[in-house]
């Protein structure tokens, strides 16, 4: 049998669990305008324009690797003008940008650090994969997993995002593994079991919630499974 020695995980909703108001980006929008008092603009109002604004927008992200700041005050700025949003908008950026840029927002699973600590001891290498800007190297430092994972891939510098599978491809190259070497784990089934068994990564589906699998799969309900599961 391969020895398999590399484990990738996905961040969000894997590791590291966001805030309530970070479920949709509309909720979030919704908060700081209603605590400026602009009370008018529902949360599907919302989520409808940040749907018609983002196909347009957010590829552009890929572009500003090394300043995503620029590119967020730049969105904020077209959100605002989608909404017709005149007075206040130094202030609205800025209360956005502190909450989606605030690494404090996101808490640790309580399975995560006994099993880093459990697979590292057992020789696996570890790393992250993720479909996130370099917000993303933040987050990680202010969780202290940075001496954990070793290898961090992001897709803003990719240029693409999971499933794709070029993004599980850059993170193979960066660390000299084979597919078959290489296990992901992750909560969404599309963008990383799928993701990973296309790239040919032995995929693992994150399953917190008890969902009823798409189709049949690897999958594990917390972390604790995991030491377990690579072994079979």
């Keep these: 049998m391969m020895d398999r020695r590399q484990v990738f995980f996905d961040f969000g909703g894997t590791l590291a669990a ?66 017709g949003i005149t007075k206040r908008r130094t202030e609205v950026d800025q209360k956005l940008s502190a909450i989606f840029e605030d690494p404090a927002a996101y808490r640790l699973f309580p399975d995560v650090r006994p099993v880093l600590r459990r697979l590292r001891a057992e020789g696996y290498s570890l790393g992250v994969i993720s479909n996130a800007s370099e917000r993303l190297l933040r987050q990680i430092r202010h969780l202290g997993l940075d001496h954990d994972l070793t290898t961090i891939v992001f897709t803003q510098e990719v240029g693409a995002e999971k499933p794709d599978p070029r993004v599980f491809r850059v ?27 296309s790239a040919g990564i032995r995929g693992i589906w994150l399953n917190r919630d008890g969902r009823a699998p798409p189709q049949p799969c690897e999958m594990i309900r917390d972390l604790t499974e995991l030491p377990g599961c690579l072994r079979k």
């Design 171 to 197: 993170a193979l190259d960066r660390v000299g593994c084979r597919p078959e070497q290489a296990f992901h784990v992750g909560d969404s089934f599309e963008a990383d079991y799928l993701g990973a068994t």
């Design 18 to 83: 966001p805030p309530p108001i970070f479920r949709g980006p509309a909720r979030v929008w919704k908060h700081v305008l209603g605590e400026m008092g602009w009370n008018e603009f529902s949360e599907s109002d919302l989520q409808e324009t940040l749907e018609r604004l983002d196909p347009v927008w957010l590829p552009k992200l890929y572009g500003y690797l090394g300043r995503s700041g620029e590119f967020w005050h730049a969105y904020h700025a077209a959100v605002m003008d989608a909404l």
